[in-house]
């Protein structure tokens, strides 16, 4: 059966549906079964072709399903009333009616294609040669239609099943709403065009809007079949090029899904909670059914996790029906459009929204109407109505002047068509906004080629103007490296730059140079600051008091043995060499100073100077003295001759010839390595980069400072080998065992600075630890000799003057011989009283004292 139904070219209303066309729907589903169910037949003297989804899929075995008044009815009628405003307009097609044949696709490609057959049955010749009816007679055929050009389909799945069949019979086929990219591929869909853009281009507006937002981890849903997987390829395809989007799950709705096929899919969505982004290519039916699982999940208060994106539902409503708060801040675009005006509504209910494809179906009837119009000026100059050789139009001809039509749609947008038979792309954004317990679809921007998005009219959940985050990764903070998860670019583990390193750029750390350490946020680096050691700090305090004192106390006892130069005691002790050990001392508690002053070339080349000088001096003056005490009473064992060099002036030769050494050895350290100060980064370079410091010294390394020092402290060493070998001068003699016990004293002194200074090398206070330590050894040993060697003779000099007299003067010979008797009664003083052995000394000294008159010495206390 084929219900006719005749449009009055008068109507002015656009969706009237009178009770005649309400009784043509009841009859097209009264009659699944029949020939021409599920159509509308308007005569004309062109036939175009219609495919609507007048009705959802059907289930369980049936083709079709419920009435969809939106996506079928609003369009179905947007083509009656685009055939009517052309057959009544005088200056397109004047003469000429348009006629068409409407199929319903029941949004299912199979049934579709199986309805499409109708399109081509007149350009199927029929044998019935051999046919005859019963009673003879040959058959009486209907004549079919003869279809110029089909306005259709919705669903990308229909049309490329349909424009598989049209192709071969070559009928122009022009969509309103299919957008698959495998679309354009002219060589397999050469006889198909659109008025919508592909949705390569809608893939490239949803990765701008993904991006802009800051989103790079978001998961895709799409229908079965090739809009929804061609849509999800091709994003996939355009966020891979241009990098920072990725996929977190690509989960697909099946044709028949089963009973929880729905609620499977958002548990599979809710296991990366990070994407919160989902970008839907999916028809109407399964937008809907997938977002009552949400709703439903609102009571266990998952609600506002999922922000979709999607094309399909453009701005109606209807899709979000009963999940309102679950889908509030929803992004969708669709093709720029505009409301048809006064012919937007004129029903009585209230709730009537006019669907968005409404404007592209009237222009897919007026591409075929310019194009037929164009078609008709080149064939039919001149000819009112059609012409004898427009009765068959040749499908190919047809479709160059569909590809060539440019006007103004009804939106007031430019219609044209590229070589593909694309429509340019042009986007609305919207945003399905919650405001006073009213919703509202609004317009956040739009897409032509780029886009332009009004961030501050966004508004997200609880009607915040807080943007939700869907990355897979929270940005690092500032000093923080991302770490890259393998497989997946855009998610990251972020890895502070530890020690002395720098964040260079997102992905990597770098040392600092050496003087330089990080800034706070290690974003770059800064001077690292400069120390020295300070007068007041407590590591300079402690040896500059104490060195204060040794030299107060050196100057008092040079003032005093220079007030007191020709007494006994003075004399006794070598003034010469007491002079030079005494300078010695003073220069020993003077190198503080210098160790402590801020460094520069003079200071470090006075460093170098006087740091073994004063040691040098020390231990000269005390080795010559116990050398001579040594070579004297050695000498007495053998005659009574003195030895060679134990005058004052040889002393001093000596004395100086061994400091003349040093000095020679600190000269060719200024000529090998001339003093300079450096900045030593690694002392001071700690594990916290925040307590890192740069010290200002000389250069001075502590192999230069050992060698420095070593030459004095062998002359100590060499000393106390002498100062041993006189331990047996008898103790009224000379000073010899105070010397001895200087000697002693200072190496255990010594001794005891070279693990506390080589010890602390690796620590950060090294500089004060090191420069304290020799700054205070050098002092103690100063100290000790100042101590046991003249503290005692100024007791006397200043307390106890009647002592500092001279007794009388002995030979050479019998202070040896004193001295051999007295180590002789050494032996025997374990035996003997000890005044016997006493007296016995005292009786040898007279008798040769008696025989020797010649050579004299010094005899004050017995000193030699």
């Known amino acids: 059966m084929v219900c006719e139904a005749k449009r009055s070219v008068s109507c002015p209303c656009f969706f009237l549906l009178t009770a005649k066309f309400y009784w043509i729907l009841t009859m097209m589903q009264r009659t699944h079964s029949q020939e021409y169910a599920h159509s509308i037949r308007l005569d004309g003297d062109i036939i175009l072709g219609g495919l609507f989804p007048v009705h959802a899929k059907g289930e369980r075995g049936v083709p079709c399903g419920e009435l969809k008044k939106e996506k079928g009815i609003h369009r179905l009628e947007a083509m009656l009333y685009a055939i009517d405003q052309i057959n009544k307009d005088p200056d397109l097609l004047s003469n000429i009616t348009l006629g068409v044949r409407i199929l319903d696709t029941c949004s299912r490609d199979t049934y579709a294609l199986e309805q499409s057959l109708t399109f081509v049955q007149a350009l199927i010749e029929k044998d019935a040669f051999d046919v005859k009816c019963a009673n003879g007679d040959p058959p009486i055929f209907t004549k079919p239609d003869k279809i110029s050009g089909v306005i259709g389909a919705a669903a990308s799945s229909v049309s490329i099943m349909v424009a598989n069949i049209l192709r071969l019979f070559k009928i122009p086929q022009i969509s309103y709403a299919s957008t698959a990219p495998e679309l354009s591929d002219n060589t397999r869909y050469d006889f198909f065009s659109r008025v919508v853009p592909p949705d390569s281009y809608q893939a490239q507006a949803m990765v701008d809007i993904v991006t802009a937002l800051g989103w790079n981890y978001v998961s895709t849903l799409a229908s079965e079949g090739n809009y929804g997987e061609s849509g999800v390829e091709a994003f996939t395809q355009i966020s891979r090029e241009i990098g920072g989007v990725c996929i977190a799950q690509s989960q697909k709705i099946p044709r028949e899904p089963r009973p929880g096929e729905f609620e499977k899919i958002i548990k599979r969505l809710l296991e990366t ?211 890259k998860v393998k497989g997946v670019p855009c998610c990251w583990h972020c890895e502070r730059c530890e020690g002395y390193n720098y964040q260079v750029d997102e992905v990597s750390c770098e040392l600092c140079p050496l003087d330089q350490r990080p800034n706070l946020n290690r974003t770059g680096c800064q001077l690292i600051p400069i120390i020295k050691l300070e007068w007041h700090s407590p590591w300079a305090v402690v040896p500059v008091f104490i060195a204060i004192l040794g030299i107060i106390a050196t100057t008092f006892v040079i003032l005093t043995f220079v007030r007191y130069n020709d007494t006994p005691i003075v004399r006794a002790s070598g003034r010469e060499l007491s002079y030079v050990l005494l300078t010695g001392i003073f220069l020993c508690y003077s190198i503080t100073f210098l160790m402590i002053a801020t460094p520069d070339t003079v200071i470090c080349s006075f460093r170098r100077i006087f740091l073994g000088l004063g040691m040098c001096f020390s231990y000269a003056a005390l080795l010559t003295k116990t050398n001579r005490i040594h070579r004297i009473f050695e000498q007495g064992k053998k005659s009574v001759t003195a030895p060679k060099f134990i005058s004052p002036a040889s002393q001093l030769v000596i004395t100086f010839s061994l400091i003349s050494i040093q000095l020679l050895g600190v000269f060719v350290w200024f000529v090998v390595d001339p003093p300079h100060i450096i900045i030593d980064y690694g002392e001071q370079r700690t594990l916290d980069p925040e307590n890192a410091r740069g010290v200002l010294k000389c250069d001075i390394s502590d192999l230069s400072l050992i060698c420095s020092l070593g030459y004095s402290i062998l002359l100590m060493v060499t000393c106390t080998v002498y100062a041993i070998k006189t331990r047996g001068v008898p103790e009224t003699f000379n000073e010899a065992k105070p010397i001895g016990f200087t000697m002693y004293t200072t190496c255990i002194i010594w001794l005891a600075f070279i693990p506390i200074f080589f010890g602390t090398a690796q620590s950060a206070e090294k500089m004060y630890i090191q420069t304290t330590t020799l700054t205070v050894s050098m002092s103690l040993s100063a100290s000790v000799s100042l101590g046991m060697l003249y503290m005692p003779k100024v007791y006397i000099i200043i307390f106890h003057p009647e002592q500092n007299i001279q007794k009388r003067k002995r030979s050479f010979k019998a202070v040896v011989t004193a001295a051999t008797m007295q180590s002789k009664l050494i032996q025997k003083g374990n035996d003997r009283p000890n005044g016997e052995a006493r007296s016995e000394l005292c009786e040898s000294l007279e008798t040769n004292t008696s025989s020797t008159k010649t050579t004299y010495i010094s005899y004050s206390n017995h000193s030699i």
């Open 273 to 483: 909670p990070n994407a919160r982004a989902v970008i839907m290519f999916a028809n109407e039916d399964d937008i809907r059914r997938i977002l009552k699982v949400p709703w439903a999940a609102k009571r266990t208060n998952r609600s506002g996790h999922f922000h979709w994106g999607s094309r399909t539902w453009g701005s109606r409503t209807s899709p979000l029906l009963h999940a309102s708060e679950v889908t509030e801040s929803t992004m969708t675009i669709c093709p720029k459009r505009q409301s048809l005006g006064e012919r937007k509504r004129i029903a009585r209910d209230s709730s009537y929204e006019q669907e968005g494809k409404v404007q592209f179906v009237i222009d897919a009837v007026y591409s075929m109407a310019y194009a037929l119009h164009s078609l008709h000026k080149d064939l039919c100059p001149g000819y009112i109505g059609l012409c004898p050789r427009m009765g068959i139009i040749d499908g190919k001809e047809l479709l160059g002047y569909i590809r060539a039509v440019n006007f103004n749609g009804s939106a007031g947008t430019p219609v044209t068509f590229n070589e593909n038979g694309d429509a340019p792309g042009r986007y609305d954004i919207f945003q399905y906004q919650i405001t006073n317990k009213s919703t509202e679809y609004k317009i956040i921007g739009h897409w032509t080629n780029q886009l332009h998005l009004k961030v501050e009219d966004m508004q997200w959940a609880k009607r915040e103007h807080v943007q939700p985050a869907s990355v897979c990764s929270l940005p690092c903070k500032p000093g923080e490296r991302k770490k």
